[in-house]
């Protein structure tokens, strides 16, 4: 296994040898990392550093932006896009990630101790995760402290460290493996299924806007419903989506992940958007229909008066325990409420005119 740096970004290239002619260690590292050498074009590059925040302010200028207050890092803006770029980091003691006076000290509120670049990979949750390349020698260098690039190999997701530990530092790390099976097809072992299933109720303990980060990573991929599904296995789904997991083994549900597969498909294939907004549309639309039109002999249901304000109360609900943005929920309700327009060909030249027409016309045709 080896990576073609022709495929690697030039503006990842670019930032990763600024950084290092100012005199510092870069690296390209994670999920980046892990897609190229499985050969597939990474969607995001992060770059992992031993120069401060504050060190990558001087370097960048007004091109670079320190975010974060749990965990701090700087967005440098290139080519029109923004690359995520970190301090090594090593594990914080007990003390040091403690955030709350009745906290045990174990979930880690707080991640700002530089360290080492070995130290970072250690701290990182899965070994397929932990993987740095160096891009600018020659063929380039790959440093792998923890045996990821044997795993990535074999197709398989171990933990760094205990895993039960690790799973409760950072109760998302169970969604990250639900992506790890669900895009890639990695295994996970029998102890490691069930150290997820026994963490994954502390997700509610969470932030909500982690929670729908991670949410909105999984939709802008053509994996979603086999992340889903992987998810529902390994009792994940019903803690970090519960209004999703209560329809999952219903007809419905069925619909759902009918839907799903076929949106995957047209991503992959480049002919949908990988909308946020199209994608939560189609997680609901099967649901909505079965409570407003329970007969899966006919199709969607009737716009009939008052049923706007129905369907945004009844998305909100759907969206339990999380609160998007009002704009964001009105989107989702139009789109909905657009389809069975579109399904009777009513009014097309008015339906055109929408300014979500082309968000219901993706989901119409999923």
Not at 10 to 30: F, K, N, P
Not at 116 to 128: I, M
């Amino acid at each position: 296994m080896r990576i073609d740096k022709r495929s690697i970004s030039r503006d990842a290239y670019r930032i990763v040898d600024t950084i290092q002619a100012s005199g510092y260690e870069a690296y390209l590292v994670g999920g980046a990392v892990r897609d190229l050498l499985l050969d597939r074009q990474p969607k995001d590059y992060d770059i992992s550093t031993d120069a401060s925040p504050e060190d990558l302010r001087r370097v960048f200028g007004r091109r670079a932006r320190i975010i974060g207050r749990r965990f701090r890092l700087v967005h440098v803006y290139s080519g029109g896009s923004v690359y995520e770029v970190s301090t090594f980091r090593r594990r914080p003691d007990l003390e040091e990630r403690r955030g709350r006076d009745t906290d045990s000290g174990l979930m880690v509120w707080r991640d700002n101790c530089y360290g080492t670049v070995e130290q970072d990979a250690r701290r990182r949750d899965f070994t397929v995760n932990a993987l740095y390349f160096d891009p600018v020698p020659g063929d380039g260098r790959l440093v792998d402290f923890v045996g990821g690039l044997d795993d990535i190999k074999a197709r398989r997701v171990q933990m760094i460290g205990d895993a039960a530990e690790r799973l409760a530092e950072d109760p998302v790390r169970t969604i990250r493996a639900c992506k790890l099976v669900g895009q890639y097809g990695f295994s996970l072992s029998s102890d490691l299924r069930n150290d997820i299933r026994s963490a994954a109720a502390a997700l509610d303990k969470c932030a909500n806007a982690r929670l729908v980060e991670e949410l909105f990573k999984i939709l802008k991929k053509p994996h979603t419903c086999a992340t889903f599904g992987a998810a529902s296995d390994l009792g994940v789904l019903v803690h970090f989506f519960p209004e999703l997991f209560a329809s999952w083994s219903t007809q419905a549900g069925h619909v759902c992940r009918r839907i799903l597969a076929s949106r995957d498909a047209m991503l992959a294939e480049g002919s949908i958007y990988p909308s946020r907004v199209t994608g939560l549309a189609m997680l609901m639309i099967a649901a909505l229909k079965e409570q407003l039109e329970p007969d899966w002999s006919q199709p969607l249901w009737v716009n009939d008066a008052g049923i706007d304000r129905f369907i945004y109360e009844w998305s909100r609900n759907f969206m339990r325990p999380y609160r998007l943005p009002k704009q964001v929920m009105a989107k989702i309700r139009d789109v909905l409420l657009m389809q069975p327009k579109m399904l009777r060909g009513r009014s097309r030249k008015r339906i055109r005119r929408h300014p979500e027409f082309k968000r219901s016309e993706d989901t119409f045709r999923v």
